[in-house]
């Protein structure tokens, strides 16, 4: 071993965000700590039993009861004070990782026991690995096949459980070239400790040429084309059908207002639950007539054709 | 024999020797000692475990044990301990032995309620062993679904089972404490005039009553779902696997407090009768407890943030959090006050209650670093967070419970402990507890995740670190064990109040006669009035 770890690489646009929280907690917190550890030993040499120390309290019992109100006070303030600015200050720091921008290459990822699937919209199929250029958000777009999963980056400072039965979204934008780990940080089983993998991040021509290194394969939308007629989705939703339902032209990101008067955001989830609980959320003027396809329909062919729907989306953009 | 007999006849522990008597006792001072006797044996289990683990992680392959039986040690450790040691540890031993003497009462307000919850948690325990001797359960003591519900092969629901049955005796030694602080307390006892160990138990009663029900309602929903494919948690069936993490927290972050409310309690009597002071701002100490055992209820999703919670519910979540953190800073500034203008002694008591504080302090300020919504994004699931907890609920808790065992061992046995070894064995604790989990923090913000036998190889030199120190603190724990059984037979005799402490427990005998008091004990003070007492000289 050449060198002892204190601090892990940095290599993401968040982690200097994050970073700066935790050393402001560092410093903080190894002042207060500091304090009362000094506090406690001047104390206790000061005031050690037998020493000749100066105990006299003020005789004046109502000024002494108002001077200890006066301190509880202000430790009960001071923390106060403080912890609200460090609650914003993080806040808005979570918030700028919660919200993925609209530029984001998407990347989509399906934990099962025990590893990680990976998909790129261009076709490209991962094991446990996963390719990203620098300078550019990536999103993924996760959901898992059995247990609950926790896709973690810790150079990207970045981490999100992974859910069956739904899709989670993670994204960050990669800074520097290199190989870094991903952890399973969700207790899954067995070999949790064994479903790990990396993030290879590329300069943008080593990524390009990675690329169309791996191309040859159907991109994900082509796939995705092949499974909305193999399960029929077509017959009804295709561009000539006959039968009353939505077309999914120009759909993708699209606000969809709702038989009963709500409106959601015709996003991968709503695309999957529109699936799997098509009666659950019903568009405008069409009637509950689709069959669910729960448990006929695989997570990775699902993800296929939300990419197709994505991809049929922005036709009309 | 006879003389012996002649000399203990008029104390609690004289009032028969046989097997009998110890079992059929409605006594609290003989449940106290019961429940003693039981969590020390299930503490050797859980810290065995946890001595495995150690070794297994001195090397970044796991090469001690199989990967399997990693799983089922940490979920070992995790149920033994959370469920079987330190919830009941100080409740139920010294809050037994000493919820009614503080109070001037002659028991609790149920005995016989009180002796049924030794047997239940006796009985939950009896499973859960059964569980983990019959091949062991894989799915960390959290549970979570659906791999509790679905994917794991092994002994969930015996396990469970064993949890659920004990629950209900937290829940009756807490009901049975709220009356007796309620309707026992002696003449003059008003509640301000309580010592703050019963302000820390009366808290606690409360989380146990309000909190144990969910999570006796959570694990039977996973047990149908498990046992019989009722959907709730798994979304194969159409449930909500975050479900039952909201459910399992709503309980499991309280129970934290269950844990550390009642190590204040204990910290707060000694360092008040070790500096010979009144608890500075003890109206503010009161308040506090009570404020943290209410805030408690409102934080769990802060275990949640990365889970798929929406990101509002983790920002209210996380400023809840920072709001139970104020009650806890004060109580820290409040014990350090307390040194001032002191005659401060440093007896063994005395080291285990500051060792609390240090190590309750680190424990308390990096659990700010994790309320922090996009810090914690990184600690997440990580060593730091193990070493957050440990600190708190091992450091902190533990560290209380053997001060405590110290301070009122004279008390209860009727024997002085050998003080030189005492005060060695809280030095050493506080080393090697230090040494074992300090590293951890920084090994966590490097992204070494829980629950991993297998770890790449530049974490290895932390990971050796913590196993030194464990293996420093496992003598720190074994120590006490050995010079306090020596004691019983050896110690010196204990006069009635070797600490010169106020507090009703100590104007009785040592050993305390069975019904406590020779007649109802009348209070005119407040609590811990230390320097009226004392004369200018110490």
Same mark, same amino acid.
């Given at each position: 071993?050449?060198?002892?770890?204190?601090?892990?690489?940095?290599?993401?646009t968040?982690?200097? *965000?994050?970073?700066?929280?935790? &050393?402001?907690?560092?410093?903080?917190?190894?002042?207060?700590?500091?304090?009362?550890?000094?506090?406690?030993?001047?104390? %206790?040499?000061?005031?050690?039993?037998?020493?000749?120390?100066?105990?006299?309290?003020?005789?004046?019992?109502?000024a002494?009861?108002?001077?200890?109100?006066?301190?509880?006070?202000?430790?009960?303030?001071?923390?106060?004070?403080?912890?609200?600015?460090?609650?914003?200050?993080?806040?808005?720091?979570?918030?700028?990782?919660? /919200?993925?921008?609209?530029?984001?290459?998407?990347?989509?990822?399906?934990?099962?026991?025990?590893?990680?699937h990976?998909?790129?919209?261009?076709? *490209?199929?991962?094991?446990?690995?996963? @390719?990203v250029?620098?300078?550019?958000?990536?999103?993924?777009?996760?959901? +898992?096949?059995?247990?609950?999963?926790?896709?973690?980056?810790?150079?990207?400072?970045?981490?999100?459980?992974?859910?069956?039965?739904?899709?989670?979204?993670?994204?960050?934008?990669?800074?520097?070239?290199?190989?870094?780990?991903?952890?399973? /940080?969700?207790?899954?089983?067995?070999?949790? %400790?064994?479903?790990?993998?990396?993030?290879?991040?590329?300069?943008?021509?080593?990524?390009?040429?990675?690329?169309?290194?791996?191309?040859?394969?159907?991109?994900? $939308?082509?796939?995705?084309? !092949?499974?909305?007629?193999?399960?029929?989705?077509?017959?009804?939703?295709?561009?000539?059908?006959?039968?009353?339902?939505?077309?999914l032209?120009?759909?993708?990101?699209?606000?969809?207002?709702?038989?009963?008067?709500?409106?959601m955001?015709?996003?991968?989830?709503?695309?999957?639950d529109?699936?799997?609980?098509?009666?659950?959320?019903?568009p405008?003027?069409?009637?509950?007539?689709?069959?669910?396809?729960?448990?006929?329909?695989?997570?990775?062919?699902?993800?296929?054709?939300?990419?197709? #729907?994505?991809?049929?989306?922005?036709?009309?953009? | 024999?006879?003389?012996?007999?002649?000399?203990?006849?008029?104390?609690?522990?004289?009032?028969?020797?046989?097997?009998?008597?110890?079992?059929?006792?409605?006594?609290?001072?003989?449940?106290?000692?019961?429940?003693?006797?039981?969590?020390?044996l299930?503490?050797?289990?859980?810290?065995?475990?946890?001595a495995?683990?150690?070794?297994d992680?001195?090397?970044?392959?796991?090469?001690?044990?199989?990967?399997?039986?990693?799983?089922?040690? &940490?979920?070992?450790? =995790?149920?033994?301990?959370?469920?079987?040691?330190?919830?009941?540890?100080?409740?139920?031993?010294?809050?037994?032995?000493?919820?009614?003497?503080?109070?001037?009462?002659?028991?609790?307000?149920?005995?016989?309620?009180?002796?049924?919850?030794?047997?239940?948690?006796?009985?939950? $325990?009896?499973?859960?062993?059964?569980?983990?001797?019959a =091949?062991?359960?894989?799915?960390?003591?959290?549970?979570?679904?659906?791999?509790?519900?679905?994917?794991?092969?092994?002994?969930?629901?015996?396990?469970?089972?064993?949890?659920?049955?004990?629950?209900?005796?937290?829940?009756?030694?807490?009901?049975?404490?709220?009356?007796?602080?309620?309707?026992?307390?002696?003449?003059?006892?008003?509640?301000?005039?309580?010592?703050?160990?019963?302000?820390?138990?009366?808290?606690?009663?409360?989380?146990?009553?309000?909190?144990?029900?969910?999570?006796?309602?959570?694990?039977?929903?996973?047990?149908?779902?498990?046992?019989?494919?009722?959907?709730? &948690?798994?979304?194969?069936?159409?449930?909500d696997?975050?479900?039952?993490?909201?459910?399992?927290?709503?309980?499991?972050?309280?129970a934290?407090?269950?844990?550390?409310?009642?190590?204040?309690?204990?910290?707060?009597?000694?360092?008040?009768?070790?500096?010979r002071?009144?608890?500075?701002?003890?109206?503010?100490?009161?308040?506090s407890?009570?404020?943290?055992?209410?805030?408690?209820?409102?934080?769990?999703?802060?275990?949640?943030?990365?889970?798929?919670? +929406?990101?509002?519910?983790?920002? #209210?979540?996380?400023?809840?959090?920072?709001?139970?953190?104020?009650?806890?800073?004060?109580?820290?500034?409040?014990? /350090?006050?307390?040194?001032?203008?002191?005659?401060v002694?440093?007896?063994?008591?005395?080291?285990?209650?500051?060792?609390?504080?240090?190590?309750?302090?680190?424990?308390?300020?990096?659990?700010?670093?994790?309320?922090?919504?996009?810090?914690?994004?990184?600690?997440?699931?990580?060593?730091?967070?193990?070493? @957050?907890?440990?600190?708190?609920?091992? =450091?902190?808790?533990?560290?209380?419970?053997?001060?405590?065992?110290h301070?009122?061992?004279?008390?209860?046995?009727?024997r002085?402990?050998?003080?030189?070894?005492?005060?060695?064995?809280?030095?050493?604790?506080?080393?090697?507890?230090?040494?074992?989990? &300090?590293?951890?923090?920084?090994?966590?913000?490097?992204?070494?995740?829980?629950?991993?036998?297998?770890?790449?190889?530049e974490? *290895?030199?932390?990971? !050796?670190?913590?196993?030194?120190?464990?293996?420093?603190?496992?003598?720190?724990?074994?120590?006490?064990?050995?010079?306090?059984?020596?004691?019983?037979?050896?110690?010196?005799?204990?006069p009635?109040?070797?600490?010169?402490?106020?507090?009703?427990?100590?104007?009785?005998?040592?050993?305390?006669?069975?019904?406590?008091?020779?007649?109802?004990?009348?209070?005119?003070?407040?609590?811990?009035?230390?320097?009226?007492?004392?004369?200018?000289?110490?």
């Amino acid at each position: 071993m050449d060198h002892i770890p204190f601090f892990p690489e940095r290599a993401s646009t968040i982690a200097s *965000q994050i970073d700066g929280i935790y &050393f402001m907690w560092v410093a903080l917190s190894g002042a207060v700590a500091l304090a009362i550890a000094v506090l406690v030993v001047y104390f %206790s040499v000061k005031y050690h039993a037998g020493s000749k120390a100066d105990r006299r309290v003020t005789a004046d019992a109502a000024a002494q009861e108002r001077r200890m109100h006066h301190i509880e006070i202000a430790w009960i303030v001071i923390p106060l004070v403080l912890f609200t600015g460090m609650f914003a200050w993080s806040a808005e720091v979570f918030y700028h990782g919660a /919200t993925v921008p609209p530029d984001a290459l998407p990347v989509y990822v399906v934990g099962k026991q025990w590893m990680w699937h990976l998909e790129h919209p261009s076709g *490209q199929r991962e094991i446990g690995e996963l @390719h990203v250029p620098v300078g550019r958000p990536v999103e993924l777009v996760m959901t +898992s096949q059995d247990v609950i999963h926790s896709f973690s980056i810790p150079a990207f400072r970045v981490k999100q459980d992974v859910l069956p039965g739904r899709y989670t979204t993670l994204w960050f934008s990669a800074t520097r070239p290199g190989e870094y780990h991903v952890f399973c /940080t969700q207790y899954c089983g067995t070999s949790h %400790s064994q479903m790990v993998g990396r993030v290879i991040a590329m300069e943008p021509a080593a990524y390009a040429s990675w690329l169309s290194a791996t191309a040859g394969t159907p991109t994900m $939308a082509a796939r995705g084309a !092949v499974r909305f007629r193999q399960f029929g989705c077509s017959g009804c939703h295709g561009a000539n059908a006959t039968v009353r339902a939505p077309s999914l032209e120009g759909l993708f990101g699209k606000p969809v207002p709702l038989k009963d008067g709500r409106s959601m955001i015709a996003d991968e989830r709503f695309i999957r639950d529109s699936i799997l609980l098509p009666n659950r959320d019903v568009p405008a003027g069409y009637e509950a007539t689709m069959p669910s396809f729960r448990g006929q329909i695989g997570e990775e062919e699902l993800l296929e054709i939300v990419e197709y #729907v994505k991809s049929i989306g922005n036709v009309t953009q | 024999m006879n003389s012996a007999a002649v000399l203990h006849h008029d104390n609690y522990l004289g009032a028969g020797a046989t097997w009998r008597s110890w079992l059929v006792t409605l006594d609290h001072k003989r449940i106290g000692i019961l429940y003693t006797i039981t969590i020390t044996l299930l503490f050797l289990i859980g810290g065995t475990a946890a001595a495995l683990i150690r070794l297994d992680l001195l090397t970044p392959n796991s090469e001690v044990v199989s990967v399997e039986t990693y799983n089922k040690l &940490f979920t070992i450790h =995790g149920v033994i301990m959370v469920w079987f040691f330190l919830i009941p540890s100080i409740p139920a031993t010294l809050g037994n032995f000493l919820v009614p003497m503080m109070i001037g009462a002659r028991d609790l307000a149920f005995p016989r309620l009180n002796l049924a919850s030794w047997y239940l948690f006796v009985a939950g $325990a009896l499973f859960t062993i059964y569980a983990l001797v019959a =091949g062991g359960v894989d799915t960390g003591w959290t549970f979570y679904t659906p791999f509790s519900t679905v994917f794991s092969n092994s002994n969930v629901i015996a396990a469970v089972t064993g949890v659920f049955i004990a629950g209900f005796s937290s829940i009756l030694t807490g009901l049975n404490f709220i009356v007796t602080t309620h309707q026992m307390r002696a003449p003059g006892m008003t509640w301000f005039r309580l010592p703050l160990f019963m302000w820390s138990m009366y808290a606690t009663s409360l989380i146990l009553v309000l909190a144990t029900p969910v999570l006796a309602m959570t694990l039977f929903l996973m047990a149908i779902e498990r046992a019989f494919h009722i959907g709730v &948690f798994d979304a194969a069936l159409g449930g909500d696997p975050l479900l039952f993490q909201h459910l399992f927290w709503f309980y499991s972050h309280p129970a934290v407090y269950i844990m550390i409310v009642p190590a204040m309690g204990v910290a707060s009597e000694i360092i008040a009768c070790f500096c010979r002071n009144r608890i500075f701002g003890y109206k503010f100490m009161a308040y506090s407890i009570l404020a943290i055992a209410s805030f408690g209820f409102v934080v769990w999703g802060h275990h949640m943030f990365v889970s798929g919670q +929406s990101a509002y519910a983790g920002t #209210v979540f996380s400023l809840l959090t920072f709001l139970v953190s104020v009650p806890s800073a004060v109580k820290v500034f409040n014990w /350090t006050a307390t040194l001032y203008k002191s005659r401060v002694r440093f007896d063994a008591p005395m080291l285990y209650a500051l060792g609390f504080v240090g190590l309750f302090t680190i424990g308390g300020l990096t659990g700010l670093f994790l309320a922090s919504l996009g810090l914690d994004v990184q600690l997440h699931d990580t060593y730091f967070v193990v070493a @957050h907890f440990h600190y708190i609920m091992v =450091g902190g808790s533990v560290m209380a419970f053997f001060g405590g065992l110290h301070f009122w061992w004279p008390k209860i046995t009727g024997r002085m402990y050998p003080e030189g070894w005492a005060r060695f064995s809280a030095l050493l604790t506080f080393v090697g507890f230090n040494l074992t989990f &300090f590293p951890q923090f920084i090994v966590g913000y490097l992204g070494m995740p829980r629950r991993y036998p297998n770890y790449p190889a530049e974490f *290895q030199v932390w990971n !050796v670190l913590s196993s030194a120190g464990a293996s420093i603190l496992a003598f720190g724990y074994a120590l006490p064990l050995m010079y306090l059984m020596w004691s019983l037979r050896y110690g010196e005799r204990a006069p009635a109040n070797p600490w010169r402490a106020k507090g009703l427990e100590w104007q009785t005998s040592s050993p305390p006669p069975a019904e406590n008091f020779e007649k109802t004990p009348v209070v005119t003070e407040e609590a811990y009035a230390y320097s009226d007492a004392e004369p200018a000289h110490g």
